[in-house]
């Protein structure tokens, strides 16, 4: 088993930043991907970056070049920077753990108003 906590949500306006950590804990490996995905409200969860046990990164168009992933994988914690918020990037975000299997975290919402 895996345990996914996130952390660094909160509210901020459009133009600012949030930096989220996600920490795993339990049969972790540092073989494994890791990433983000958000759901807003009415609307299905997407994925917004991953990386992979390589250092290998992905996004989602609507957040490149605005957005980060990185992990450490000596604390077991990957952590997605997000830069210059959109109101539409308001969702709740959730942290994916996957080798074999997946797992999630619980969520952190964000929420980008003025």
């Known amino acids: 088993q895996v345990q996914l906590v996130e952390s660094g949500g909160g509210l901020v306006q459009p133009g600012g930043s949030l930096r989220l950590s996600c920490a795993a804990s339990?049969?972790?490996?540092?073989?494994?991907?890791m990433g983000w995905y958000r759901q807003a409200p009415g609307k299905e969860r997407e994925l917004v970056a991953v990386?992979?046990?390589?250092?290998?990164?992905n996004y989602a168009d609507s957040v490149k070049g605005r957005f980060t992933i990185s992990r450490d994988n000596a604390k077991g914690t990957v952590y997605l920077q997000m830069n210059s918020l959109k109101p539409e990037d308001t969702a709740v975000y959730y942290c994916?753990?996957?080798?074999?299997?997946?797992?999630w975290g619980q969520g952190t919402q964000v929420t980008v108003s003025s």
């Open positions: 339990g049969s972790i490996s540092s073989l494994s991907a």
């Open positions: 990386i992979t046990s390589d250092g290998s990164t």
């Open positions: 994916n753990y996957r080798l074999l299997r997946s797992f």
